[in-house]
T-cell receptor
Framework: GAVVSQHPSWVICKSGTSVKIECRSLDFQATTMFWYRQFPKQSLMLMATSNEGSKATYEQGVEKDKFLINHASLTLSTLTVTSAHPEDSSFYIC???????????????FGAGTRLSVL | TQLLEQSPQFLSIQEGENLTVYCNSSSVFSSLQWYRQEPGEGPVLLVTVVTGGEVKKLKRLTFQFGDARKDSSLHITAAQPGDTGLYLCAGVRGGGADGLTFGKGTHLIIQP
């Protein structure tokens, strides 16, 4: 099956620093990747849609200057949390849609997530 | 904003019992997906339902999409401890390019 790799799986950083999270589709190409955030005991909330070669589309209430997204290739999207603060601590999950097999039914394959803790 | 209401949020039952999880919305979705998520991991797709009234079976799990494509249910027969986990429904917004709208999830515990 399709595999999406997310790195790092866990990161602790000091308040004010920036953190970059990578999302890679390992065995398929993905023109579209999605970034979600999940707080403890809550569901996933879509943050932004990452499109290869173009600007990301952010959901209402998500600061684009705070959460920088770059989708430079068909297999890699990155999310950078800039000047992180404790309230940014969360579980960040990416997903990728298979260009060939996923388009019709919007089948997305999820990464294992990145737990961010900002001190 | 399209919202998905999922119920119950928490459910703890004995092994061998049956259960149903509901996912409801006032909006129409082009399709609906059910996921299972383990702690500290990403969601894993169980099934996608597309057609109103569609029923899909996955071993002891039965998924149904409402006729109006606004609601869905997951029924588990003879639940086993291995079924324990977080079950999420997710609606696909129209257009094919949008991200998923997730319900709040159902935390299911099957006690041996």
């Amino acid at each position: 099956g399709a595999v999406v790799s997310q790195h790092p799986s866990w990161v602790i950083c000091k308040s004010g620093t920036s953190v970059k999270i990578e999302c890679r589709s390992l065995d398929f190409q993905a023109t579209t990747m999605f970034w979600y955030r999940q707080f403890p005991k809550q569901s996933l909330m879509l943050m932004a849609t990452s499109n290869e070669g173009s600007k990301a589309t952010y959901e209402q209430g998500v600061e684009k200057d705070k959460f920088l997204i770059n989708h430079a290739s068909l297999t890699l999207s990155t999310l950078t949390v800039t000047s992180a603060h404790p309230e940014d601590s969360s579980f960040y999950i990416c997903s990728a849609r298979d260009l060939v097999r996923g388009t019709a039914k919007n089948i997305q394959y999820f990464g294992a997530g990145t737990r961010l803790s900002v001190l | 904003t399209q919202l998905l209401e999922q119920s119950p949020q928490f459910l703890s039952i004995q092994e061998g019992e049956n259960l149903t999880v509901y996912c409801n919305s006032s909006s129409v979705f082009s399709s609906l997906q059910w996921y299972r998520q383990e702690p500290g991991e990403g969601p894993v797709l169980l099934v996608t339902v597309v057609t109103g009234g569609e029923v899909k079976k996955l071993k002891r799990l039965t998924f149904q999409f409402g006729d109006a494509r606004k609601d869905s249910s997951l029924h588990i027969t003879a639940a086993q401890p291995g079924d324990t986990g977080l079950y999420l429904c997710a609606g696909v917004r129209g257009g094919g390019a949008d991200g998923l709208t997730f319900g709040k999830g159902t935390h299911l515990i099957i006690q041996p």
